[in-house]
């Protein structure tokens, strides 16, 4: 019959997928640790690999943009995951409000991060900071300093690039606006910046400084470090559209610049607890913290770890002192503001 | 699985009208059942996590986001849908119907955009067309402006640059679903209509068009559930659309709850339009008869200006959806590894991708050809019902899609952990999630509805006749599914098998979520790189998607119009002249 070949085909392909799959690391072992990760591995894989090589404790990761947190509830008591990693504080309060995280007790890691990065119950801890500060055109802004506040005033009428008021990142500034000035003062600021916008958001940040330098807006909101992929990436367009831009620290008028953090919760059933601990106290470390802002340019969470000159080159960060939990608590009402003001429309 | 295959020796009792054959067939209705209950059972966990929603999202929807996302969905919806439905009718007729330079290459080609990921194809085209791109670069230096500002361009990034792209991209399933009824199609039917005196164009409209509805239809609907569905590249393009507004829902305002109610509520509109579809055309049969290859009257030769018109028609959405963006990712790729060399370990994606859509097609495609079938002989309600339940996970964003997933999947873990616990005292811990097998049950949840709608239009095209002869020359039912209906069946099961393989290659949310630790396939690769913002570094996985996919839709091609064998051709032409 004509068909058996297929069916032979088909056959094989079966047995090879089970073959292919029962070939992969399924649970875990006592010399490994798991992490499940918001955040795109490749940057931090060499501060694991160093790791690795400390201590001989295998790190396996996963990695996806959304679910991981519900992935871990419904994986209940037998989740193979010790470890989460997030790139935004809501993500982790999203994690540790759904129930799958346990408290980490640290004298290291209290000792070396700042009070206001960590979680006073030690459900989260920050690894990084990263600032949302404005990009603006070299050739056509002259303003040394900003206000977030000001974003909404009418002399950028049809100047600011910024991406999906529903980012995380946007979110989360965007909550720390109504932590500071309650929600109904905040919708008229959105109002404003929404006025202001060259262009409807899409994107991500670095769109904001590609369209700088089409002279498309004078003035994008954006993460710090994204300042330092572009200009020192290897990508030659990037390189221009970094360049095209100046970056300003804005901060609150009452307040410092609005910093977001990268951040890892424990497992609440996590399998290797203790690999998990020595991973948490070795991503601090000098070595790894000089990873995260010589690969990735984000601010190192502990004070005393030196900064490279890109890093520096972004002027000082006065990081505002409001708590992240406020941040994070206030981000619903954030995104609710969004679609009411029609921010992405 | 082979319920209805091993269907009992009673119903050859039964050797009245081919539809009463199954009807009592209890082994065809559990069967389904069966499949029915495993495939929804993720979409049932949905609803179970919409039911359990504390908060009520409903009013902020009604309120705020419907009024914008609905305007932005249904124009999306309307614009894609037009768009494939057009580009596919046209294309589909022309190269089956007609002859003119390049015509056995569009056959084949005019498939490839199938092969390309729709986010993919909306990061290039925001390279290609934005402010950088090559082509507003010349347009600058061509009129001397220096600054985007000094002149007006579409901009790609808006809702009609959404309706191009996913357009350009989706309409292959409207082409060949329609291109495999227009070979079918037996010429007479169209020598009637030009006898009666129809013109060529009348002929099209009124006859060929309307017979091949339900196959339209089910292309159409196929490209529209994915442009519903679609959050990576609406949300790149900026368009507001419901998934979008589902994924804020649960992902900004912490309401999975709200989020899967939204889901549940625009998968029952999906289900309305289906439904609706088919109450449209319920009292109409189109299953007639094939045609036999000198039954399909010679194809029109086209000269002068209608050629290169119809050259034009198929070489425009070829190259707008396929050779311009396959084109960008290969200069990308040809410059990374220049750059790099090439890394070995991008052969291990390969294999994972293969691996997964592989099994997930093979899987599909039987469970679609059993539930097609189950359907074709036993035409109870329930059993409709049920058949179309199995397509509702096609219908939903991956993401949640994904959630649901793992609801039945983690149950499941849970009950062979706890037996192997009691049995063996041995725990085997998460065994499914912990390995590839949550992903391929995923792609087999998403993607069934397009093997079951591809079968069932093969099976639309085989007269029961064909069936009862062979029963009544002595064939068992097995003999008679064997030597009749799977041959007869073959270009739609291929069809069917390789729309899966080609889709589960491309699908992204679902494979992240679900995989086990530190896997890849060429599509989580390609996201990577795109989330660290370098989406150009992932061009040679992109490519590979795009290759990995190429081959199959070159085969695709050649099936899904090949020949019947002669003793087929026979049988049907008997078949055809009883009617």
Sequence with gaps: MVFTGRLVLARILCAAGLAALAAEPTLAQSNEVNIYTYREPGLIKPALEAFTKATGIKVNTLFAADGLAERMRSEGSNSPADLLIAVDIGRLQQAIDLGVTQPVKSEALDKAIPAQFRDPQGQWYALTLRSRIAYVAKDRVTDEALTYEGLADARWRGKICIRSGQHAYNTSLIAAFIARHGEAKTETWLRGVKANQARKPSGGDREGARDILAGACDLAIGNSYYVGLMRNGKDEDQRKWGNAIRTINPTFEDGGTHVNISGIVMARYAPNRANAQRLMEFLISDGAQHVFSDLNYEYPVVNEAPLPDTVKSFGTLRPDTLPLNEVARNRKAASVLVDKVGFDN | MTASATAPPTARRTASPSGALFRHDRFAVVGTALVAAIIAAPVAALFAIAASGQDNVWPHIFGVVLPNALLDTAALLLGVGLVVTVVGVVTAWLVATCRFPGRSLFDWALLLPLAMPTYIVAYCYVEILDAFGPVQSAYRHLFGFVSRRDYAFPEIRSLYGAIFVMGMVLYPYVYLCARAVFFMQSAAVLDVARTLGASRTAAFFRVAIPLARPAIAVGVALALMETLNDIGASEYLGVQSLSVAVYATWVNRGSLAGAAQIACVMLLVVVALILLERFGRRQQRYSGSAARPHDRGSPVQLAGIKAWGAVAACLLPLALGFLVPAGFLLREAAGLIARNGFDPEF?????????????????????????????????????????????????????????????????????????????????????????????????????????????????????????????????????????????????????????????????????????????????????????????????????????????????????????????????????????
């Design chain 2, 347 to 579: 052969l291990v994606f390969v294999r994972h991708s293969m691996t997964l859509a592989g099994s997930a097609a093979v899987i599909a495609c039987a469970l679609g050809f059993l539930l097609a079938h189950a359907e074709q002989h036993a035409r109870g309600r329930a059993l409709g019902v049920m058949v179309r339940l199995t397509g509702l996970g096609y219908a939903l964003p991956g993401t949640v899609l994904a959630i649901g997933t793992m609801v039945p999947l983690v149950a499941l873990d849970a009950a062979i952990d706890a037996a192997t616990r009691s049995l063996f005292g041995l725990s085997t811990g998460l065994l499914i999630m912990g390995s590839g097998a949550a992903v391929i049950y995923a792609y087999v949840v998403r993607f069934l509805a397009v093997a079951t709608g591809t079968v069932e239009t093969g099976f639309h095209k085989i007269s029961p006749h064909l069936e009862m002869a062979a029963r009544t020359l002595g064939r068992t039912r097995i003999g008679a599914l064997a030597t009749i209906e799977l041959p007869l069946l073959r270009p739609a099961v291929a069809t069917a098998a390789l729309l899966v393989f080609v889709d589960a290659m491309k699908e992204l949310p679902a494979t992240l979520l679900l995989r086990p630790f530190d896997f890849e396939t060429l599509s989580t690769s390609v996201y990577g790189y795109a989330a660290r913002g370098s989406f150009e570094q992932g061009a040679v996985a992109a490519l590979a998607i795009v290759v990995a996919a190429f081959l199959p839709v070159l085969w695709l091609a050649r099936t899904s119009r090949i020949p019947l064998p002669r003793e087929m051709v026979a049988l049907t032409s008997w078949e055809g002249a009883s009617h």
